[in-house]
């Protein structure tokens, strides 16, 4: 499947990413994410405020609300919505026992930075003010949402605030200065990501504020103290470096952290778990570490 998946994403998705506008993006993915992709059956979504954020929570057959996935989606900050990424996030919630809660944060370019990293530490700080063990939480992201989640995992060690049990990312972005040699050397590889745009989208989101800013390109974030973090990628993918350094420095601050990189998989390849085997592989594998990190393994 997956010599039939990247032709088509190098001629269909690569080119749209490469053109469209913002808002065509957006309708795009809508639209995609509603034919394509299913959530496992007996799903149940509710939309809730927490922190003031309205929040998509996914709830499969036996869950328990004890254990949470605080899942935030990608979308170069400009497009892509809970919706987009619920049938992706309920699959792992399902297979951890867990209730997915996914915030809608505001997007670029009608709200630029800080607007997403300060809609998702609302929704993180009003999770732990509701009650919930922040020690019971997995966080995770893909793409931008792994810059957002590595960035609040960033901002909550240097403020030595409560911190989740596990972080977790699919192909993040996790350096908009684009300085990783993978962005020109695995430029034409790449089947999803277009290069030569980063900077017009990272510009967008911006809008003057520094691309070393930890919140957003947590590759220049302190994580002494950080938990446990396991970060998946393809080698063929212009964030391959982004994820190897994002890595490399939160194994220097000291950090349980684990790469896994995967031959020939396209950007955010678990989003394709309905038709993908390899994306289904790559849930089972971190719904296993994250178990282990939890201590859910055992628990009934």
Known sequence: MRRLL????????KRRMARA????????LEQQSRLFFRGPRGMQRKWVTIGGIDCLELT??????ARVLFYI???GFVFGSPATHQAMAASLAQRLGAVAVLP???LAPEAPYPAAPDDVRAAWEGLVAGGVNPDDVVLGGDSAGGALAFGLVASLC???AALPGAVFGFSPLTDLTHSGDSFR???QADVVLPAERAGELAGLFLRGASAQEPRVSPLYGDFHGAPPAWVTVGDTEILLDDARRLVARMTDHAVAAELHVAHDLPHVWPFFHNILPEARATLDRLAIWIKRQQGWASES
Do not use: F, I, M, S
């Open 21 to 28: 506008t913002p808002q065509g993006l957006r309708r795009a």
């Open 158 to 160: 240097a403020e030595k």
């Open 104 to 106: 809608r944060y505001r």
């Open 60 to 65: 499969c057959p036996g869950a328990q609300r």
């Open 73 to 75: 989606h990608g979308g």
């Open 185 to 187: 050397t695995n430029a």
């Open 6 to 13: 990247n032709p088509w994403l190098k001629a269909v998705e």
